[in-house]
């Protein structure tokens, strides 16, 4: 008799020796992931705990039957060989052991390819950078997504991985609108904006369309409820603010050519002066990242604007 027909006989005895007359008036009794249950009443009669595991041989056997198993890293070596001094028995590694745990480690680095090698370098440096910066998860992938295509495109031979991986960042962060600042971006990746700005123009241009994605640039309405929430002040204000923005614009406000940030911070400014949450311009040119000579100018344009 052969495995399976003595599994089947199990199961049958196993079926007819339990009590399933004494669960309910009408038992439906079958065996289940394990165990011989009645599906009327839900009374568990025995456990069968003779496995049934099969071989896989092709990839729908294999999606359809596995259960348990590691889950690889999509880039990056498979498993890692310490640097350590004790085997896992605990024991002293000798200087020949050392030596032949050394060559094989330099064998196994060598067998990743280029790119593998770039994303290993380049993702904790962008899990980094996202949680500095508060980063939601779909503006992460979004930015992951455009650095590996920068990286299969092979931009980045020559250049710096992280100006790449900041611009990527920004890219993904203006794909969504998020309301971040490129000096943001710059001051958490500790990158030169020359080289931030650089590695951009080349994301906007070679790679979001490939990704079917549109870079849309920060609007100065985006910064007004930024900015507002940072001096703390209440939504009252904030929608003066872009009341007052509004009706500038409607007037015939110029704003091609001008930093959104100006703009915002400018009525920001002027909202809080007409209310009681009075700010200083020193203090709004410092959460806006311009100038008081850029804030003085802004306002005196959109005041006029609106006389």
């Known amino acids: 008799m052969s495995y399976r027909d003595r599994l089947r006989s199990t199961k049958d005895s196993t079926v007819e020796d339990s009590p399933s007359g004494h669960c309910c008036e009408n038992p439906s009794v079958e065996s289940k992931d394990g165990d011989v249950v009645c599906l009327n009443c839900g009374m568990i009669q025995s456990r069968n705990l003779v496995g049934n595991e099969r071989r896989a041989y092709t990839v729908e056997e294999v999606n359809k039957r596995r259960r348990t198993e590691p889950r690889w890293r999509e880039f990056g070596p498979r498993t890692m060989l310490p640097n350590s001094k004790i085997d896992s028995k605990g024991r002293l590694i000798n200087a020949k052991g050392k030596t032949l745990f050394s060559r094989l480690s330099k064998i196994q680095n060598s067998l990743i390819s280029s790119i593998e090698r770039n994303f290993w370098e380049a993702?904790?440096?962008?899990?980094?950078?996202?949680?500095?910066?508060?980063?939601?998860?779909?503006?992460?992938?979004?930015?992951?997504?455009?650095?590996?295509?920068?990286?299969?495109?092979?931009?980045?031979?020559?250049?710096?991985?992280?100006?790449?991986i900041a611009a990527s960042l920004y890219a993904a962060i203006r794909v969504h609108e998020f309301p971040r600042l490129l000096e943001e971006v710059c001051d958490a990746s500790m990158t030169p904006r020359r080289t931030v700005h650089r590695?951009?123009?080349?994301?906007?241009?070679?790679?979001?369309?490939?990704?079917?994605?549109?870079?849309?640039?920060?609007?100065?309405?985006?910064?007004?409820?930024?900015?507002?929430?940072?001096?703390?002040?209440?939504m009252e204000v904030q929608k003066k603010a872009i009341d007052m923005l509004t009706d500038a614009s409607r007037n015939g406000l110029l704003r091609t050519g001008k930093d959104p940030k100006g703009l915002a911070a400018s009525v920001i400014y002027m909202a809080a002066k007409s209310s009681n949450c009075r700010k200083t311009q020193a203090e709004v040119s410092e959460v806006a990242k311009v100038t008081e000579v850029t804030l003085r100018s802004r306002s005196k344009q959109i005041r006029m604007k609106l006389a």
């Open 123 to 164: 993702k904790p440096k962008l899990k980094m950078l996202t949680s500095k910066l508060n980063i939601p998860e779909y503006i992460k992938e979004t930015a992951w997504k455009i650095y590996s295509v920068v990286a299969r495109k092979k931009l980045t031979m020559g250049r710096s991985i992280d100006g790449f």
């Open 199 to 234: 590695s951009l123009g080349m994301i906007v241009k070679e790679v979001l369309p490939e990704l079917n994605l549109r870079y849309k640039p920060i609007t100065a309405e985006q910064l007004v409820f930024r900015f507002g929430n940072d001096l703390g002040l209440p």
